[in-house]
């Protein structure tokens, strides 16, 4: 039983396209977050979520909208793709203190390609 | 700032021999400093992690040791075998939130048979 999942696996579009990327975790965890991955594998922190509220909003266009309707899910919707959006997208679950320094649970990852 | 900054890009040992990744942080605050190993199409997953009361975590073949004051904590991976080869981040937490950890730029370890 996956712990941290995400759909869809690989996703390929086109430019200018809308799409979404979704993720669910049966950990209980109160945090999740978004990574976006590059071909060099530097890992990136997009955003995070504790409990449903926004707690980490990077430097992200504002094409990338993430929405979380419950705490154990966490979406990505990206409006009109551009070719470097093309990326591994990664989800991820942490338990949620406030302490900082969790362990932090990958789902398997969405390969993007935006033609 | 927010800065974790990790070394060597690349590392290539011969099978059996020992390999070390290190890495430095700039916020002297931090206090959590995981080591997460990612296989070729896989995700990340934590290996091991240290905390800033201890300076040295050992478990089985690999162990990370941690200087505060030179701000820098290492991987050291010993009597590597081939499923050893994969990307080794190092992270550190960052300053604006509890919750966000900043990743180092990776390590690219391959085992020569």
């Known amino acids: 039983d996956t712990a941290v999942s995400q759909t869809p696996k690989y996703l390929v579009t086109q430019m200018g396209n809308d799409k979404s990327i979704k993720c669910e975790q049966n950990l209980g965890h109160d945090t999740m977050y978004w990574y976006k991955q590059d071909s060099k594998k530097f890992l990136k922190i997009m955003f995070s979520y504790n409990n449903k509220e926004l707690i980490i909003n990077e430097t992200v266009p504002n094409r990338f909208s993430p929405k979380s309707p419950d705490k154990a899910h966490l979406n990505l919707h990206i409006n009109s793709l551009e070719l470097g959006d093309s990326a591994v997208y990664f989800c991820?679950?942490?338990?949620?203190?406030?302490?900082?320094?969790?362990?932090?649970?990958f789902g398997p990852g969405t390969r993007l390609l935006v033609l | 700032g927010e800065n974790v900054e990790q070394h060597p890009s690349t590392l290539s040992v011969q099978e059996g021999d020992s390999a070390v990744i290190k890495c430095t942080y700039s916020d002297s605050a931090s206090n959590y400093f995981p080591w997460y190993k990612q296989e070729l199409g896989k995700r990340p997953q934590l290996i091991i992690d240290?905390?800033?009361?201890?300076g040295e975590k050992k478990d089985q073949r690999i162990a990370v040791t941690l200087n505060k004051t030179a701000k820098h904590f290492s991987l050291h991976i010993t009597e590597t075998q081939p499923e050893d080869s994969a990307v080794y981040f190092c992270?550190?937490?960052?300053?604006?939130?509890?919750?966000?950890?900043?990743f180092g730029s990776g390590t690219r370890l391959s085992i020569r048979p």
């Open positions: 240290i905390r800033s009361n201890v």
């Open positions: 992270a550190a937490p960052g300053s604006s939130s509890a919750s966000k950890i900043i």
């Open positions: 991820a679950s942490s338990l949620g203190g406030t302490s900082g320094g969790e362990t932090q649970y």
